[in-house]
Structures are given as C-alpha cells and as structure tokens.
C-alpha cells in the first residue's frame, strides 16, 4: 500500500524571493552576448583615458581634481551628461524593455514570484550593475591616467580629492540605470526612452530652461530642472579656479550647490523610480 503523500506549498518570504529575482536577472543579463561586448568597449575606452591625455597635457601644473574628475567622468561638463550613459542606456533600457516590448513578462513574473518582485529584482541589480560600471572605468581611467602622467613625467593630480566626485559618478550612474527602466515602463517601448534620454539632457531640457526664464515668476527653475541639479551633482564648481571656474559654472548651468543638488537629484529618482514600478505592476502585459 502505498501512502498518499501532500505536498504543502512553501510561502516563499519577501527577502528570499527578492534574492532569487536578482539572481534570474542577473544570470539573464551575463547570457547575453550585448553585454560582454559593451563592457569590452568600456573597458577599452577607459584604458584610453591616460594616452588621451596626452593630446592637451600640461606638464608644467598638475591637473585640478574637478578637471581629473570630469575626465574620469567621461566628460560630463561637455557633454551635459556622461558619456557613458550613451552605452549603459543599453543595459538600463534592456530588462523592462524584454518584459514589456518583446511579450516575457508572464514569463518572468511566473519565474521570481510575482511583478512586484521583477521590477524591484530590475532595479536592484540595474542601480547595481550601473554604478559598478561607472566604478571599474573610473578606476581603470584613473591607473590609466597615473601611469601616463608618470611616464611623461608630468606631476600628479591630487587623488584624494578625486575621490569624492568619482563617488557621485558612481552614484549618478546608478540613478541612470532607474531612470531608464522607468521610462520604458511608463512608455512601454524602448526606442523612444532612448531618444528622450539622449536628447533632453543634452538640448531639451537646456531649452526648456531658457524658454522658463521668460515666464514671470519662474526664473531660476531651470537651475532645479532634473538634469540641471544632475550637472550641478556631477561637477562641484568651487574646485576650480581662475578661468576654469568660469568655463565650469557656464558648462553647469546651474547655481545650485553640489550637496543640494545631490540630493534633489536622488529625489528625482526616487518619484521616478515610484512611477515606473507603478506602471510596471499595474498595467496589463502584453502577449508574447
């Protein structure tokens, strides 16, 4: 005779799943060719920095710590973003974009335990997977720098100080990665995130703020502006000097300080981190 036997099933607790969602989303983002080749050329734009370098050296002075953490920052003052957010839009767009665009997302949400948990598994391991990109090419730009300062035997920039706006580039990276998984959950598609997110930081939003300063009563709201407080968190103003500060507050564009800023910035990503989640769980997913 054999024995019935019942099988009770398992309440899988919050943490647990959570872990278990970040594990699926990681493994799914390690399988896929894109992001070994995109992180190739991270890392080989990120060696480059110290032999670019040689192209405007000066090796009479030592370069300022604002100057070596823009540089290391993939240049954020001229590009009014980092460069490398233009490669990261590819892996923060990605994992919504599978669920939402393509038809996955009954799937993932059967695998990690229900949508609630995906989206906060995605934004964990995407802040994550931002920010350790931003650290390893800082990192790897910075002993790229040191070494071709050695060799050409120009002096040494002040590390130490850079380290503090090498951490809000971390940071910032991080936050990128949230926003644009949020985007593509509030638009549902991935092409038109992408070009919101390279052409409103770089023109739009710069445009908005002087069409603003028109209005009676709104002068100065481009200063507080999503992107704006971002320049302003990336690049401290007050760590130049002479004409490089001059260069420095008109490439900002923004009188908030940096401290500030940070904060309003974290702000801005947090309500649009909300949203997203929002529309991620709350909207219908579509058919594969």
């Given at each position: 005779m054999t024995a019935d036997v019942t099988h009770t099933p398992r309440t899988v607790p919050a943490g647990e799943a959570l872990r278990n969602a970040c594990r699926y989303e990681w493994r799914h983002l390690t399988a896929l060719r894109s992001t070994w080749v995109l992180l190739s050329v991270v890392a080989v734009l990120s060696l480059l920095t110290g032999p670019g370098m040689l192209f405007d050296l000066d090796r009479t002075r030592p370069m300022g710590a604002g100057a070596m953490g823009d540089l290391l920052a993939w240049a954020p003052m001229t590009t009014q973003v980092p460069m490398l957010c233009f490669l990261v839009l590819i892996l923060g767009t990605g994992p919504v974009s599978t669920d939402l665009v393509r038809g996955a997302a009954r799937t993932t949400w059967l695998a990690v335990n229900g949508r609630r948990t995906a989206y906060a598994a995605k934004s964990v391991v995407g802040?994550?997977?931002?920010?350790?990109?931003?650290?390893?090419?800082?990192?790897?730009?910075?002993?790229?720098?040191?070494?071709?300062?050695?060799?050409?035997?120009?002096?040494?920039?002040?590390?130490?100080?850079?380290?503090?706006?090498?951490?809000?580039?971390?940071?910032?990276?991080?936050?990128?990665?949230?926003?644009?998984?949020?985007?593509?959950?509030?638009?549902?598609?991935?092409?038109?995130?992408?070009?919101?997110?390279?052409?409103?930081?770089?023109?739009?939003?710069?445009?908005?703020?002087?069409?603003?300063?028109?209005?009676?009563?709104?002068?100065?709201?481009?200063?507080?502006?999503?992107?704006?407080?971002?320049?302003?968190?990336?690049?401290?103003?007050?760590?130049?000097?002479?004409?490089?500060?001059?260069?420095?507050?008109?490439?900002?564009?923004?009188?908030?300080?940096?401290?500030?800023?940070?904060?309003?910035?974290?702000?801005?990503?947090?309500?649009l981190t909300a949203v997203g989640y929002w529309a991620y769980v709350r909207r219908e997913a579509p058919t594969g």
């Open positions: 802040f994550l997977v931002g920010a350790g990109v931003a650290a390893t090419s800082a990192l790897v730009g910075g002993v790229s720098a040191a070494v071709v300062l050695a060799a050409s035997g120009a002096p040494q920039p002040e590390w130490g100080a850079v380290v503090a706006p090498m951490l809000r580039f971390v940071l910032w990276m991080g936050c990128w990665a949230l926003v644009c998984m949020a985007l593509v959950a509030l638009m549902r598609s991935r092409t038109v995130p992408v070009v919101v997110l390279c052409l409103w930081p770089v023109l739009g939003e710069r445009l908005a703020g002087l069409l603003l300063g028109y209005v009676p009563g709104l002068d100065g709201v481009g200063d507080w502006l999503p992107f704006s407080v971002g320049r302003a968190m990336l690049t401290d103003v007050s760590a130049f000097a002479g004409d490089e500060r001059t260069l420095a507050e008109a490439m900002v564009g923004s009188d908030v300080s940096t401290p500030v800023a940070l904060v309003v910035y974290l702000l801005y990503t947090a309500a």
